[in-house]
């Protein structure tokens, strides 16, 4: 837990001194408001005149440790320079931060994203993978326990409510990665519901069901039965409820929550399953979604949907050639058994599109995957992949990829990829038969289990949802800032309809 607060001059400082960074800007006025010496503040000066970062950790009293960033890299996008000298300095992280913001007006909304995106960072700085517990012979690391945000007195309101929602959109990201970082042999399906249950069994906005292995079954979600048919440890569905708002449209969220993936009998190349268990994060940050809405309070009701399953080898495992009935009743040829993911989603997406009926109405359906490696290599790890046939939805999310800095990059979708699908032998196949637009391909597929009724879109993570850095990987939270901001924009739009309606 980070303490945070904002501050509109230094006497409202209550850390010490002693044991804090400072992070301003060449020029600013704050190294001599805190005191520092007229000598110390020339020298930082003039070697950030040179355009490069100045950084001071010795003999810069009263405080701890100054850094100086160009003015440029306080907006800068979509290099992140910013945030990229961020994590070098955190890497040896003081007890407190104060962070010089009053470069930002957050009147334009390139600025909001720039401080969101930074105070989004700042606060999940409060997690580490030694939080796991899982080293016995290294001390914790240092960290961020406080944070101070230096700000111009008239703009306390707008930092108050960016900095809410970045730190509540923080607390979602960091259960989801929590729950993604965990080892895959703990973190099986059947330990991802019974963490969620304790996580939320307080939370009386949000309600809990979990479907089992005989639930599974009888309730017709052939698709993921397949997949999880070969494990020792069976499939689970978690589904989570937030109630916001009375007489409110659902919006549902389905998570791909494959616990480890070996490919089963399409094995994967041994270098290819170190980061399988990852496979779920589309699921964890579903979860995580839903704990960040509640504790924003948000006006909405929400559903999330998570299908897990572990996807092995066994005498029971699922084959190559196997014909399996979905849940909504369509049949799946599955030509592949490394194409998964797509399986356990189109019970997900059907399953939520049966949700509207009566009084009960869907908004949109949006499902969060680790889908293929495909879009990894049309988009790198920077942009996630959207695929959608509702130009409306898409834009709104775009959108808020732009204000989140959570950024989206669609991909196109429409029937020029039925051929992709069709099945000699059943309504359709998993993997198309030519290899060829895989993440398209794929999105296709999906779509073909929701209703043309109902907007839904699909978010291919495999390139987003890890952090890489060093050879090592880390679950990344995204796009949990995305999705926020995009129900944040929608109630916003609608607030803007109604008041113009009056």
Known sequence: MINYQIITAIEQLNVPLGETQVVTFPNSDLLSQLGCTTSLIEQLQIYSQTGQVSDCRFACEPVKQICLLPEPYWLDWPEGKLLAELRKLLKSPQPSILIDCRLFDLMKPSHRAACQQLLIFLFNQAYSFNDLSLKTSSKDKKRIQNIRIYVEPQQVALFNKIAQQANAVSDGMIEGRRLADIPSDIC?????????????????????TVLDEKDIKAQGFGLLHAVGKGAKNSPRIVILRYEGKAQAPLRAYVGKGVTYDTGGYWLKSGEGMYTMKY???????????????????????????????????????????????????????????????????????AYAASLDHG??????????????????????????????????????????????????????????????????????????????????????FLSQFCPVEIPWAHLDVSGTALWREN???TASGRPIPLLIQHIINDLEMQHEKNSTDL
Request: aromatic share 4%; proline share 4%.
């Open 188 to 208: 099986t399906p059947e330990y991802v519901a019974h963490t969620i249950g304790q996580r939320v069994k307080n939370r009386s906005e949000i309600s809990i």
């Open 471 to 473: 050879g090592y990987s």
């Open 279 to 349: 496979d779920m994060c589309g699921a964890a940050n579903t979860f995580g979604l839903v704990m960040a809405a509640a504790k924003l309070q948000l006006p909405v009701n929400i559903v999330g949907i998570l299908m897990l399953a572990e996807n092995m080898i066994g005498p029971e495992a699922m084959r190559p050639s196997e014909v399996a009935t979905s849940y909504s009743g369509l049949t799946v040829e599955i030509n592949n058994t490394d194409a998964e993911g797509r399986l356990v989603l189109a019970d997900g997406i």
């Open 359 to 444: 009084d009960q109405k869907i908004k949109y359906i949006i499902d969060i995957a680790t889908l293929t490696g495909a879009v990894v290599k049309a988009l790198g790890y920077d942009l996630t992949g959207l695929m959608s046939s509702h130009d409306k939805l898409s834009h709104q999310i775009q959108q808020a990829g732009e204000h989140s800095r959570d950024e989206v990059w669609r991909l196109p979708l429409d029937n020029r990829l039925i051929g992709q699908v069709n099945s000699h032998i059943a309504d359709l196949c998993n993997t198309p038969p030519n290899n060829a637009a895989i993440s398209s391909s794929a999105a296709y």
